[in-house]
């Protein structure tokens, strides 16, 4: 079968980085489960998959803009110093993860003074292209409560269908 929109998809993949850095790997666990044009994975990645069959490897090379995009200035912030923890040694590169009015948000230090730090809440891979090797685990149509899930994350349900504004690319 192949693969066709909002199908559900479950893939093993081996992401690296341009300098050949091994990232991410689902090798020796499960696979990641997603289904196909909902915007649970990037734009390249969720592309890739269009026509593909169950048991199938290839191997994508995505572009920062089908990723995760380009690194934005405006998601860095200047945060005083004062608001880290005391004796906590901080070096640019290192990553933390605060309370947002939404939740946990994570950022890097991208710079610090002995006032400020700069704190970059890019994604870690904005600005990075990025190498799939990809075997395809499943494909199939999704189940019902795999629709259901889409209408509280990032979806629509079927009965719902463009209740979403059309974010989850049903419309």
Partial sequence: MKIEPRMYVAIHYTLTL???EKADSTEGGEPLGFIQGVGHVIQG????VLGKSEGERFRITIPPE????????????EIPRE???QGVDLTPGQGFTANGPHGPVSFRIANLTDDTVVAD?????AGRTLTFDVTIAEAREPRAEE??????????????CGSCGGGCGCN
């Fill in 18 to 20: 341009e300098d050949g």
């Fill in 45 to 48: 990645l969720d592309q890739a």
């Fill in 66 to 77: 089908l990723a995760y995009g380009l690194p934005d200035e405006e998601m860095m912030r």
């Fill in 83 to 85: 608001n880290f923890p």
């Fill in 121 to 125: 809440f890019n994604h870690v891979l």
């Fill in 147 to 160: 629709l259901a899930a889409l209408s509280g994350g990032g979806g629509c349900a079927p009965e719902d």
